[in-house]
């Protein structure tokens, strides 16, 4: 399983990017105000994340009740 979320982390790049300082730390004008302060970056999946996540999806497949059912 290690190796297919290291492949979707790999294509998946910077998907969520969150503020590491608190609201009162941040610079009034910065790039972070800009965005807000809930706000999170995600990216979607694209067609070359396909693999990557079909691989995680069996290894969960295979831990739950519907394991004896083929994926």
Not at 45 to 62: C, N, S, Y
């Amino acid at each position: 399983m290690d190796q297919a979320v290291r492949q979707l982390e790999a294509a998946a790049g910077e998907m969520v990017s969150a503020p590491d300082r608190k609201p009162s730390e941040r610079q009034p004008g910065s790039e972070e105000q800009k965005h807000g302060e809930r706000g999170l970056r995600v990216r979607l999946l694209e067609q070359r994340d396909t693999e990557a996540v079909r691989d995680i999806l069996k290894q969960h497949h295979a831990v739950t009740v519907f394991r004896d059912q083929p994926f």
